[in-house]
């Protein structure tokens, strides 16, 4: 007589626990969402503020290659030509990309098909610690001991993109070698096993197998670096120089989109025309972040269905 009550109560107390499990959920789904929405329509409103407010034409701002906003009206205007800095940030994105993609691939392939086990424990706690070091650290490092060399033995002032570039591929290579070891573990061991009793060598079945089976999650990683690259600014901005002019050499110094904001922001007054300049380069990098992000799921998409 008295099961029923006790199960009657506990199916009360699980029925409450999911509409709670449901509204905590809810909430943070909803924070998220509106965390994000509040950032693109607070970038948007005030990056779009340049061209509608100031009237800035856009083509100068894009194409423009001179970076002078305290001209005055008698010297021709401000000019806030800003292409130098799209330029160098793309430089630096593809080359340390260039770089730290093959390397990140193939330090993936020996963690997970060469090395023994206690070679991939050993190796996966420097992988952990590349990813923990701050920027700031990357950026000093470079300053004195990048910097100083590329001076002596390349030719330059040191500072410049080659600097920015090589201090990126140490940064992104941890990012890169994470996600493509987890590409190749996903790929199921039957795949292999099949390779080999076919009479495949190792080598062959890492490079006519593994290597195409996760050739979406490798190019993923490749993304997902090169979205970090984009991005970073402090230590990129200690070794490039901080340039404005169009660059023209590995060897000069140059400017990205991120060191002109982290540089300039707290020198400019709220709502001047300088200060929504930089906004409207902010804008562009949530563009471009919001591009890498689309061609991730893009790609892992055509992975899913290209594995079906």
């Known amino acids: 007589m008295e099961a029923k009550p006790l199960i009657a109560r506990g199916r009360s107390h699980e029925g409450l626990r999911d509409r709670l ?24 409103s005030k990056g779009l503020a340049t061209f509608f407010v100031n009237q ?45 993609g093959p390397i990140g691939i193939g330090a993936a392939i020996f963690m997970t098909e060469i090395a023994p086990p206690w070679g991939r424990k050993a190796m996966q706690p420097v ?21 100083p060399f590329i001076r002596e033995h390349v030719g330059g002032l040191g500072f410049g993109l080659l600097a920015g570039v090589i201090v990126l591929s140490v940064m992104i290579l941890p990012t890169i070698t994470s996600i493509s070891v987890d590409a190749l573990s996903a790929v199921a061991p039957e795949i292999k096993a099949g390779s080999y009793a076919l009479g495949a060598t190792r080598w062959q079945t890492i490079w006519r197998i593994l290597m195409r089976a996760g050739a979406s999650g490798f190019v993923t990683a490749v993304i997902f670096g090169m979205a970090r690259a984009f991005g970073e600014a402090l230590a990129v901005q200690m ?58 799921r893009w790609i892992g998409r055509r992975g899913r269905m290209m594995s079906r």
């Open 21 to 44: 499990g449901f509204i905590g959920t809810l909430f943070s789904v909803t924070i998220i969402v509106l965390a994000v929405a509040g950032i693109y329509l607070f970038v948007f």
């Open 56 to 100: 800035v034409n856009v083509l100068d701002f894009l194409f423009g290659t001179e970076w002078r906003p305290t001209l005055t009206e008698e010297e021709g205007g401000p000019k806030f030509g800003v292409l130098p800095f799209i330029v160098g940030s793309f430089i630096v994105t593809f080359l340390s990309a260039a770089i730290a």
């Open 127 to 147: 992988i952990e610690l590349l990813v923990g070091i701050p920027s700031v650290v990357y950026g000093f490092t470079g300053l004195t001991l990048l910097v």
């Open 239 to 296: 070794v490039i120089g901080n340039g404005k002019n169009m660059p023209t050499s590995l060897l000069e110094p140059a400017s990205t989109i991120t060191t002109v904001i982290t540089m300039n922001m707290g020198n400019t007054v709220a709502g001047s025309v300088e200060n929504n300049v930089l906004w409207s380069l902010a804008l562009l990098l949530l563009l471009m972040s919001t591009v890498f992000i689309f061609a991730v």
